[in-house]
């Protein structure tokens, strides 16, 4: 295929972009050029701000769009006039903050999504980032009708994560003795490794379109915690101490289970769209020594 990917050089973007060309993909990167510009390069690198001018593209054509980078609407609305034309598909790559966790009842791809904000904003937060990224998968929509393709990632973990969400606790386990965690170890946890997501995302295009929750299984966070100190084979020891008392908390969701939704997302149609899941400890290897 000949894809066009918009950002591609930090973490899922890079992911997908070394899979693409394992594969023996054509591969276009749009980006900034602001990171990792030195990495494919037998690329084409197109640097540009997407919601700024563009550049002619003349009469390029690709048979496919992966969209990682959109954020805001006004991201999609000028994607989809430069690029409408010029490509037969386009994935977004969206995410399962998009559901509506007030609506009670499992998360699958049929469940309710936050309300788009009432007064437009291009300021990404912790309240904005669900609603903004529904209005961008409905902007989609509008202008790729059948040929949209949304994939719904939850937590990504792994090579190349800038987050430091999972690597905090990789890092502090393998650091070995005492380590704060939450008290409640029961807590649900999902999570998948940015080179699944990759290739799940891949695999798709040659199929028919759709949304899915591209997701890890269901575990506990206390069997996260012993799969890292398992896997490295360390002396780490748990200390439960309040969510308040430690001093970095990813990944860690309210004791009262209020947001437990969130890491309780069906993963099952991606499953039979052919999903495939590395263990924890693979990651685990991948990110201590890459």
């Avoid at 904003?121 to 902007?139: D, H, I, M, S, W």
């Avoid at 001093?247 to 939704?261: H, T, Y």
Wanted: glycine share 8%.
């Amino acid at each position: 295929m000949n894809l066009l990917i918009l950002g591609g050089t930090s973490f899922v973007g890079r992911h997908i972009v070394t899979q693409a060309l394992e594969r023996g993909h054509v591969v276009t990167l749009a980006h900034r050029g602001q990171t990792n510009n030195d990495i494919f390069p037998e690329c084409e690198h197109l640097h540009f701000d997407r919601l700024g001018e563009w550049p002619d593209l003349g009469d390029r054509r690709w048979d496919a769009v992966v969209d990682t980078s959109a954020y805001v609407p006004r991201a999609i609305t000028t994607a989809a006039e430069h690029l409408a034309s010029r490509a037969d598909q386009y994935l977004f790559i969206s995410t399962i903050s998009v559901y509506d966790l007030e609506v009670p009842g499992a998360i699958d791809e049929s469940s309710a999504l936050y309300k788009e904000l009432d007064e437009p904003t291009e300021e990404v937060n912790a309240q904005t980032y669900g609603p903004l990224k529904v209005a961008c998968e409905r902007v989609a929509k509008e202008a790729w009708g059948d040929q949209l393709y949304i994939v719904r990632p939850g937590i990504v973990i792994g090579q190349w994560d800038p987050t430091n969400r999972f690597e905090h606790w990789v890092r502090l386990i393998h650091a070995g003795g005492e380590v704060k965690v939450p008290q409640r170890l029961d807590q649900p946890v999902q999570a998948i490794d940015g080179a699944d997501l990759a290739r799940f995302t891949l695999d798709i295009l040659a199929g028919p379109s759709g949304v899915w929750n591209a997701n890890g299984d269901e575990t506990t966070f206390g069997t996260m915690l012993d799969t890292i100190r398992v896997t490295l084979s360390g002396d780490a020891q748990w200390v439960p101490v309040p969510i308040d008392e430690l001093e970095k908390s990813p990944m860690v969701l309210p004791d009262d289970g209020s947001r437990d939704a969130i890491f309780r997302c069906s993963n099952a149609r991606a499953r039979a769209a052919g999903l495939k899941l590395r263990t924890l400890s693979d990651t685990v290897v991948d990110i201590v020594y890459p």
